[in-house]
């Protein structure tokens, strides 16, 4: 069965700050894994998707890696904003779609 | 144009209850989930769907009912409302069961209060 473990489960930095947020997963038997953001009292949006084939994926300020043998993800935010505030969940993709989520990292920006 | 819609996005009912919450998205995908985020923000899975078939069904009490109509709606009904039921639950879709390797959709969610 498939754990994925976040830690810390908060973060806070002054703004400016380059940051790396992990993820740690049990199973390495993945499709894909995702990171997602989700603001206060809002859905998911979907940050960075890496296939399992794949290392890192990068958009904008956000680079994700994946280190598969290692059930290891990390989410390199660099130059943080407060707006960048929020909730990070990362989540495998395993057998029939299904995600697996973390419990994720809520982060602060400090301006 | 939104993708994936839900409705309501809040349902505040006594407990006994019986509720249902809509799921439907516009993407042309094939399979269609519901996502449990309880009061600790832990998002689980329940159920998928692909193509109206049950696919995964996460030991979720029977109380809780998904209903396919068709492959771009995927309804949640929930008999005799418990207290423990009050969560925010999310639909998400992606194209094709074996396109494992695809983004899963979600949407906005919907928050349920049993008082």
């Known amino acids: 069965k498939q754990e994925v473990t976040q830690i810390p489960a908060a973060l806070s930095v002054p703004e400016g700050e380059n940051l790396v947020l992990n993820c740690s997963f049990t199973d390495s038997a993945i499709y894909n894994l995702q990171w997602f953001r989700q603001d206060p009292g809002k859905g998911l949006t979907s940050l960075l998707l890496?296939?399992?084939?794949?290392r890192e994926q990068t958009s904008g300020r956000l680079n994700a890696s994946l280190d598969k043998s290692s059930g290891r993800s990390t989410l390199y935010i660099a130059a943080s904003q407060p707006g960048d505030s929020a909730t990070y969940l990362c989540?495998?993709?395993?057998?029939?779609?299904?995600?697996?989520f973390g419990k994720g990292i809520t982060l602060s920006v400090r301006p | 144009d939104t993708a994936v819609s839900q409705t309501p996005k809040y349902l505040v009912t006594q407990m006994g209850n019986d509720k249902s919450i809509k799921c439907e998205q516009n993407?042309?995908?094939?399979?269609m989930y519901w996502y449990k985020q309880d009061s600790k923000k832990f998002l689980k899975i329940m159920f998928s769907y692909n193509n109206k078939e049950l696919i995964i069904n996460e030991t979720v009490p029977n109380r809780f009912s998904p209903k396919s109509p068709d492959k771009a709606h995927l309804n949640l009904h929930i008999n005799s409302l418990e207290l423990g039921d009050s969560a925010v639950y999310f639909c998400a879709s992606i194209g094709g069961l074996a396109g494992s390797y695809n983004e899963q959709f979600f949407g906005p969610g919907t928050r349920l209060t049993v008082l």
């Open positions: 890496i296939q399992s084939s794949q």
């Open positions: 993407l042309g995908h094939d399979t």
């Open positions: 989540a495998t993709t395993g057998a029939n779609s299904k995600l697996t």
